[in-house]
């Protein structure tokens, strides 16, 4: 049985283990002439260490986020920490309501969350029921929604509306790609795409 390979003939008897070792052992990399007292198995993982280095990106400075996060404190009007206050959130965007409790400072973290417009409802006992109403998600924005909570019953509600909610934590821009800005990015398949 015969082979052609790149306009040579080659028997049935050719050795692949001579191509495996020509990638393994290129003479560009680690030889055992340039460290000679590297065994070979040794050199193949070298080899394939440095080619997995040469492939894999160091750092990837542009990250996409598709989801948001809504964070505060939950505090009382003299300032200390409200702990194990629940605090939930609702939106269309979810399947249902997600709830936490808050840490012994008062904090609390919901973490990606898909972009919508969210009620934040924050309950303690002792304290008035909170209600922060429509807090906006996008994409990468961290809401930060703090809370000052006043003695009261429980079935008492404080609303908060139309209070816009800033990003205190992040200062990146955003990039919204809609369908036009996709269609116009250049396809990288035709050159002459690239000029215009």
Not at 78 to 91: D, E, F, L, M, Q
Not at 108 to 127: C, E, K, Q, R, S
Request: net charge neutral; glycine share 8%; proline share 5%.
């Amino acid at each position: 049985m015969l082979y052609k390979v790149s306009g040579k003939r080659l028997d049935a008897g050719f050795r692949w283990d001579s191509v495996v070792s020509a990638i393994l052992f290129p003479r560009w990399l680690v030889s055992s002439k340039s460290i000679p007292s590297l065994p070979r198995s040794k050199q193949a993982i070298v080899n394939l260490s440095i080619l997995a280095a040469l492939l894999v990106p160091v750092g990837v400075s542009a990250q996409v986020s598709t989801t948001g996060k809504i964070t505060g404190v939950v505090t009382d009007v003299s300032g200390a920490a409200a702990a194990n206050a629940t605090v939930t959130v609702k939106s269309d965007a979810l399947m249902s309501q997600r709830s936490t409790h808050t840490e012994a400072d008062g904090s609390y973290l919901f973490d990606l969350l898909p972009p919508g417009t969210y009620d934040v409802t924050i309950t303690a006992g002792g304290f008035q029921t909170l209600r922060q109403t429509s807090v906006v998600i996008t994409a990468g924005f961290t809401a930060t929604v703090n809370a000052k909570l006043r003695v009261g019953q429980v079935e008492q509600t404080v609303e908060v509306q139309g209070e816009p909610v800033v990003d205190v934590q992040n200062v990146q821009a955003e990039t919204t790609f809609d369908q036009q800005l996709l269609q116009e990015i250049p396809a990288g398949r035709d050159p002459w795409s690239t000029v215009a």
